[in-house]
């Protein structure tokens, strides 16, 4: 039940993620880009919250696992919810206790070089990123962080979320169970 629990979890999460990325995609102008950012946002922290609430209040963890890591290597883990997704350009990746969005906008197919050789459209995009971060980052990534950790019994999860172009990273956040707002 816990492992399907998680399971549904990372799917509604990654699935919610790509949503906030995803928000900001085809708009030529910065502004539209960042109210659609923070549409997207909030719908994937009405999801995530949504999630959240379907998983066991109380948990005992999962016997002899000490990691995220070690979780995702058990049998039964939601191994599919990690790897790459070419549509969206999306990395999930877990290491340790750390669990990273990695979101190259080059690979998503949602933008144009152009557009990110126009340093006034990424300074726009950076600034849409950390509005909808600011305002919804606790919420998702920490909610998930403290999911996690309640779920799989575990202290001290880390959720990084990475925007890049490339090998540029535009921006990067680090998200623990402390993040988390109701």
């Known amino acids: 039940m ?67 890591e070690e979780y995702f290597n058990t049998d039964g883990a939601p191994k599919d919810s990690l790897g790459y ?8 990746t877990v290491s340790g206790n750390e669990l990273t969005y990695l979101y190259d906008l080059s690979r998503s197919g949602q933008y144009t070089v152009e557009q990110f050789k126009n340093d006034a459209y990424v300074d726009a995009y950076v600034d849409s990123v950390n509005q909808s ?7 998702v990534f920490g909610g998930t962080a403290k999911t996690l950790e309640e779920a799989i019994g575990i202290s001290g999860v880390k959720v990084t979320v990475t925007y890049s172009w490339e090998d540029e990273i535009l921006v990067t956040r680090t998200y623990t169970s402390a993040d988390a707002t109701e």
Do not use: H, R, Y
């Not at 909030?42 to 959240?52: F, G, I, L, N, P």
């Not at 997704?85 to 999930?92: C, K, S």
């Not at 971060?133 to 606790?138: P, S």
């Open 2 to 68: 816990k492992k399907n629990v998680l399971f549904i979890l990372l799917l509604i999460l990654m699935l919610s993620v790509t949503m906030l990325f995803t928000g900001c995609g085809g708009s030529d102008t910065p502004e539209n880009a960042a109210e659609e950012a923070v549409e997207a946002t909030d719908e994937a922290a009405e999801e995530t919250q949504e999630a959240e609430s379907t998983a066991p209040s109380e948990t005992t963890g999962i016997a002899g696992v000490t990691t995220l």
């Open 85 to 92: 997704d070419e549509d969206t350009g999306l990395e999930l």
């Open 133 to 139: 971060l600011d305002e919804q980052g606790g919420s």
